[in-house]
């Protein structure tokens, strides 16, 4: 499955190498990737159509930044997105337990209907995109990426259910967002959507990195997901058993029809995660 035609937008968090600023970190970058235009930005300037901003990211601790794209859409977006991680990449920049990447869709023709059903799918897929992530992504674990499920009352198939009910006894726009995303630190967060906001469904859950595999993948599976929600219908679990992650999986990958690359790539991907862990080893990212 193609791209689709939908407007997004990445967020890079990630830790610059000792005694960089912006302003020389900026420089740096477009010396490994002259294409990109980067510009050191206060935090929460607009988002430009044009050039990357670099801006202060006091969550990260020392030393860190936000890198946010310019307003992408399609494989020419893709590879703007990837040349920015392979540059990041060369000029030194980690990432840690403390930054994220976040990826906002632009929400020009999802209705109410459309965006209830996203709210839903969250929900019922949240094991699975636990499962693709490293724990301090997981579950309530962390500040910045609360579960949306738990706001339904648990973290199994009574709390899918509810969300379903209180969802879609939502009757309008306002009563949604209250109900579906409280406040904007969610994995899923809809703020955006209010009235002055952005505009923009944002997705908050993945860890830091600055692979462009793992940003291409995310992105297209993210991509798949939102397009869905256009036509798909949520309905309650009729078992009553909680569903294990690689049962969401498989459901989720025929409910948006991945495509094999990405089908593959996140297969490969929790049985890393699950074999490190087995292991005791730490990771982050």
């Not at 994995?187 to 703020?191: A, E, R, S, V």
């Given at each position: 499955m193609p791209l689709s035609t939908r407007t997004f937008g990445i967020e890079l968090e990630v830790i610059m190498p000792w005694g960089e600023t912006r302003t020389t970190f900026a420089a740096k970058l477009r010396h490994y990737q002259p294409s990109l235009v980067i510009r050191p930005a206060a935090y929460g300037a607009p988002t430009s159509t044009t050039c990357w901003k670099i801006q202060p990211d006091s969550s990260t601790g020392f030393g860190g930044c936000e890198l946010v794209s310019p307003i992408l859409f399609g494989e020419h977006g893709i590879a703007e997105a990837r040349r920015m991680c392979d540059a990041l990449k060369a000029a030194?920049?980690?990432?840690?337990?403390?930054?994220?990447?976040?990826?906002h869709f632009g929400a020009t023709g999802l209705d109410l209907k459309a965006l209830k059903n996203l709210a839903k799918m969250y929900v019922w897929f949240e094991s699975f995109f636990d499962h693709v992530m490293p724990k301090s992504?997981?579950?309530?674990?962390?500040?910045?990426?609360?579960?949306?499920?738990?706001?339904?009352?648990?973290?199994?198939?009574?709390?899918?259910?509810?969300?379903i009910v209180m969802i879609?006894?939502?009757?309008?726009?306002?009563?949604?967002?209250?109900?579906?995303?409280?406040?904007?630190?969610r994995?899923?967060?809809?703020?955006n959507l209010k009235a002055g906001g952005k505009g923009?469904?944002?997705?908050?859950?993945?860890?830091g990195t600055v692979d462009a595999d793992k940003v291409e993948n995310w992105v297209r599976l993210l991509d798949a997901f939102v397009t869905k929600a256009l036509t798909t219908r949520i309905r309650k679990r009729t078992v009553t058993r909680d569903l294990e992650p690689v049962e969401e999986m498989r459901?989720?990958?025929?409910?948006?029809?991945?495509d094999k690359p990405v089908r593959i790539y996140y297969m490969n991907r929790r049985k890393e995660i699950a074999k490190l862990e087995a292991a005791g080893l730490p990771m982050v990212a």
């Open positions: 030194g920049a980690k990432v840690n337990v403390s930054t994220g990447f976040h990826v992504r997981r579950a309530t674990n962390n500040t910045y990426t609360k579960s949306n499920r738990a706001d339904f009352g648990g973290y199994g198939t009574y709390a899918v259910n509810s969300s879609d006894a939502a009757p309008d726009l306002h009563a949604f967002l209250k109900v579906a995303s409280p406040e904007r630190r994995k899923l967060n809809l703020t923009t469904i944002e997705f908050r859950q993945h860890s459901q989720l990958f025929d409910m948006i029809e991945a």
